[in-house]
């Protein structure tokens, strides 16, 4: 263990190895940047940094780096802002003999109660299947270093079999499947399902307000509030529907979820009839995706409108998808 510089005995960087979170490295007076090494004396693997801060001072720490030595080069392997009182780095698998982790911006001289690495297990949750407006899907696992795989055509996703490596088009509907794989140990997750219907890019929310695009981009953390507890929406051309998803408002406190619903169509966007009508009735303690469907139809325009939302609230729109199949 070596630091670039230290306050002195009772401070140096054998402080942070010591399981004590009271006893901690410093840099000396005044020097705000500073570098701690770390060296196993051998090969170590890990995936994980652990480093806290003596916070008993005061949170001082605003950004730093961590290295690894590879052949006597420092190469990058994990930056942050903050550490505060406990920080765990998630990193690739790694095995290196030296660490350092470089002190770039503080209010005071750099404080360290322990650093060190450990090897968690992966964590093997299924994949997030996204798609952009413009049709690219991505499919992402929790943790770096896992493998992923999927299939499009309805078949289980199996490991080994059609690996995915960087987003794909995907312009038609399909019903995307994926796993993740830890290839060291041959788990894998549970499989993830997501149903990829028509593309977005040509519809519009039919109201002047540019933020109503939100109910249609593709991001399920977004949102539109409608003052008038309706979304009217053009789908660019006639397609051949037969439902509506409709993912409420995702948030910590979210307001507005569409209760008691009627959806209307059009062919022109100024007459309009009945689809469906219905309530959705756990979404309160369920807000997931809901689907309406009806007899299919070939529509170009269509109203979802709240008769009732759970709190009295203006009606919130996270996301609308067509169902063609
Ligand atoms: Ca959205």
Known sequence: MSAS?????????????????????AAAAGQT??????????????????????????????????????????????QGTTIGYTRILRVPDTRAQKIRVNFLEAKG???????????????????????STTGLVSITAEDPGLEIYYSLDGSVPLAGKNRYDKPFLLEKPATVQAIVVDAKTGKSSTIRRQELDLMKGNWKVLVNDSK????????????????????????????????L????????????FIADYALEGSFDGSNWFH????????I???????????APQQLRYVRLKALRTVDGNAATFGELSAVTR
């Open 5 to 25: 510089s230290s306050r002195g005995a009772g401070y140096t960087a054998s402080q942070v190895l010591d399981g004590n979170y009271d006893s901690y490295w």
């Open 33 to 78: 940047r500073a570098t701690l090494e770390l060296d196993f004396g051998k090969p170590k693997s890990f995936n994980r940094i652990l480093i806290q801060e003596y916070v008993n001072l005061g949170q001082r720490l605003s950004a730093f780096t961590v290295e690894k030595e590879v052949e006597g080069k420092w190469l990058p392997l994990a």
């Open 109 to 131: 001289e750099p404080l360290i109660a322990e650093l060190g690495v450990y090897a968690a297990p992966a964590l093997i949750f299924p994949p997030k299947i996204t798609r």
């Open 212 to 243: 109503a695009q939100a109910a249609i981009d593709e991001l399920a953390h977004t949102y539109w509030t409608s003052p008038s507890n309706a979304l009217e929406l053009d789908l660019g051309e006639k397609v051949a529907l037969q439902g």
């Open 245 to 256: 998803r409709y993912l409420p408002m995702q948030a910590r406190y979210p307001s507005g």
């Open 275 to 282: 689809l469906a009508k219905g309530e959705f009735a756990n």
């Open 284 to 294: 309160q303690n369920n807000p997931i995706e809901q689907v309406i469907r009806f």
